[in-house]
Antibody, heavy 121, light 112 residues
């Protein structure tokens, strides 16, 4: 079955760029049936969708984060990545990657285990 | 303030039935977009519990059921067990937010 694993720095300084990678195993990221998404969860708070990408490079972003977010895909490595620029303490969160079933229904399954990113100097 | 509104907490005794509501609007649930539910235990990733309003992925007990009507959806858990104590989130699509995928604020289920 498909598994996802996030990786990247756990500490980022304010105003810098957060960078994370999600490695997909047990299936191809080039599947025509799925998008691949990022979701975050601040400590003690709820879930927020960040954005999603298709293997072709087509992207959807959360309008509230769009100006700071870039999601890219590397099909040769079966990976997709997240960059969030100009981070502040409000961007401190557990970041999850997930397979995104698009259109209607539009849900996320499965999810990676998540990685905590703290924004602090 | 989440686009989808859930009660912060619900509780029930073992064996009882509880429901968790998810209230949206005419631009998301009321527009016909599907609602999905996730279960999250402390320190772990969310897990898909219900998709497409009322469908259970393989392995999810039939004690869990979902429904949708108008601008709202509900998750029902019957025969409540101690292991059901977790956070539950609803999720849908909102057409008024440039195609944003939106989550409810989450509901903490306590088994008394």
């Amino acid at each position: 079955q498909v598994k996802l694993q996030e990786s990247g720095p756990g500490l980022v300084k304010p105003s810098e760029t957060l960078s994370l990678t999600c490695t997909v195993s047990g299936g191809s990221i080039s599947s025509s049936s799925y998008y691949w998404g990022w979701i975050r969860q601040p400590p003690g708070k709820g879930l927020e969708w960040i954005g999603s990408i298709y293997y072709s490079g087509s992207t959807y972003y959360n309008p509230s984060l769009k100006s700071r977010v870039t999601i890219s895909v590397d099909t040769s490595k079966n990976q997709f990545s997240l960059k969030l620029s100009s981070v502040t303490a409000a961007d401190t969160a557990v970041y999850y990657c997930a397979r995104h079933v698009p259109d209607n229904p539009n849900y996320f399954d499965p999810w990676g285990q998540g990685t905590l990113v703290t924004v602090s100097s | 303030q989440s686009v989808l509104t859930q009660p912060p907490s619900v509780s029930g005794a073992p064996g009882q039935r509880v429901t968790i509501s998810c209230t949206g609007s005419s631009s998301n649930i009321g527009a016909g977009y599907d609602v999905h539910w996730y279960q999250q235990f402390p320190g772990t990733a969310p897990k898909l519990l219900i998709y497409g309003n009322s469908n259970r992925p393989s392995g999810v007990p039939d004690r869990f059921s979902g429904s949708k009507s108008g601008t709202s959806a509900s998750l029902a858990i019957s025969g409540l067990q101690a292991e059901d104590e977790a956070d539950y989130y609803c999720q849908s699509y909102d057409s008024s937010l440039s195609g944003s995928r939106v989550f409810g604020g989450g509901t903490k289920l306590t088994v008394l």
